[in-house]
């Protein structure tokens, strides 16, 4: 059972290909690597995937859903946490909290029950009146994936979601990631630069660089097939030394965010 298909998927830019006729599969209930140099192609890819750009061509199933013919449906089914943060700095924790359930049209009946399981789970009940202004990177980190699962999502988008943090942070919210996604029974689908966490936290990786999937496996696959060491090495020796530059059309995690709402 996958809750991800993806089909001969293109998508260009004039005559700039940045996606090129890519296929992969993400099983159920698995954490997904999708790795890649920047300006690889990772970035388009999570867009189309989540209903904020059509594909030129190629076809993609969310949980059995079309992004691009049933965009209602796909969104119901995933949350997201984008690369740079997407709280409100100037409401509560809670009220961050509560306003994405509202959204996302959660019962009453559930909402502050689930909230309130959420932000304990991620240690943050206590500062649930504090405004998130005078929260640490880390703390608006876990904020944000206590909101990514407040809707029950079934895949948890989250792109680079430890960038920045220090590496006892990191391991915090990957415990979270990890333990949300055995418990709620959530695929995760996530990028990251750090290698040593996607090596520690993968089941399945695929790597993308200039458009085209070139290898896909599990962490120890893709070391064994290089002969490397570990997968920094193993990413370097598939994709290269020389240094990339940012995709050229990313945008700000809070107006994808804003602008996906409005879609709804």
């Known amino acids: 059972m996958f809750s991800i298909e993806v089909k001969n998927l293109t998508k260009k830019f004039g005559q700039f290909t940045a996606v090129d006729n890519i296929s992969f599969t993400v099983k159920k209930g698995s954490i997904f690597a999708f790795l890649g140099p920047n300006g690889a192609g990772k970035t388009t890819t999570i867009k189309m995937l989540t209903t904020l750009m059509d594909q030129t061509s190629g076809e993609m199933l969310l949980n059995g859903f079309n992004p691009r013919t049933q965009s209602n449906e796909v969104r119901k ?15 509560t924790a809670y009220e961050n909290m509560e306003i994405h359930g509202v959204l996302y049209k959660v019962p009453n009946s559930i909402l502050k029950p689930r909230i309130e399981q959420l932000m304990k789970f991620v240690e943050l009940w206590d500062r649930k009146d504090e405004l998130v202004r005078n929260f640490s990177g880390g703390m608006k980190r876990r904020l944000e994936i206590a909101r990514g699962f407040l809707h029950h999502p079934k895949i948890l988008f989250l792109d680079e979601p430890t960038l920045g943090l220090d590496p006892q942070t990191r391991n915090h919210v990957w415990n979270y990631i990890k333990k949300l996604n055995q418990e709620e029974e959530t695929t995760v689908f996530f990028t990251t630069h750090y290698m040593a966490e996607a090596e520690k936290s993968a089941t399945e990786i695929a790597i993308i660089d200039k458009g085209k999937i070139i290898i896909q496996g599990t962490p120890d696959e893709l070391v064994k097939k290089t002969g490397s060491e570990n997968l920094e090495d193993a990413f370097i020796a598939i994709t290269g030394h020389e240094i990339r530059e940012e995709e050229a059309n990313s945008v700000d995690g809070m107006r994808l965010q804003r602008r996906m709402w409005t879609r709804k």
């Open 77 to 91: 089914t995933f949350g997201i946490v984008f690369q740079d943060p997407s709280v409100d700095d100037e409401l």
